[in-house]
């Protein structure tokens, strides 16, 4: 497994796509927890977990999953945590849980890149 995190607007798509030519890539936002089980790469990780808080999913246990299930995926998350805490609730539940589910992978994964200005620069590399 291997994670490419970085602020919005940052790169991180476009640096996936040249880093990884050959993945089918998919839309986070779009997937199923089955379909995100068997992705290649998923575009906006960020986004499958905002729709699944939306749905009252519970999202423990997702990253043994992940790991378990599809070892070999590359996640393209944006880091929501910078900026102003949101008033709405709902707002600061989301970023919170993008922050925990990516830290727990990050645990796991055997690569990390961070994408600023369309540059990656390796967090970790196992």
């Given at each position: 497994?291997?994670?490419?995190?970085?602020?919005?607007?940052?790169?991180?798509?476009?640096?996936?796509?040249?880093?990884?030519p050959d993945v089918k890539w998919k839309c986070g936002a779009e997937l199923?927890?089955?379909?995100?089980?068997?992705?290649?790469?998923?575009?906006?990780?960020?986004?499958?977990?905002?729709?699944?808080?939306?749905?009252?999913?519970?999202?423990?246990?997702?990253?043994?999953k992940l790991a378990e299930k599809n070892p070999g995926v590359v996640l393209?998350?944006?880091?929501?945590?910078?900026?102003?805490?949101?008033?709405?609730?709902?707002?600061?539940?989301?970023?919170?849980?993008?922050?925990?589910?990516?830290?727990?992978?990050?645990?796991?994964?055997?690569?990390?890149?961070?994408?600023?200005?369309?540059?990656?620069?390796?967090?970790?590399?196992?």
């Open positions: 497994m291997e994670m490419i995190i970085g602020g919005a607007y940052q790169g991180k798509s476009s640096y996936a796509k040249k880093q990884f199923t927890e089955e379909e995100l089980l068997e992705a290649e790469g998923v575009l906006g990780f960020h986004q499958y977990i905002r729709k699944c808080l939306k749905a009252g999913a519970d999202l423990s246990g997702l990253t043994e393209v998350s944006e880091e929501v945590g910078y900026g102003i805490v949101p008033a709405d609730a709902f707002e600061r539940q989301y970023r919170e849980a993008v922050g925990r589910v990516c830290t727990e992978l990050a645990g796991k994964t055997s690569k990390v890149t961070r994408v600023v200005c369309g540059i990656g620069m390796v967090l970790k590399n196992d």
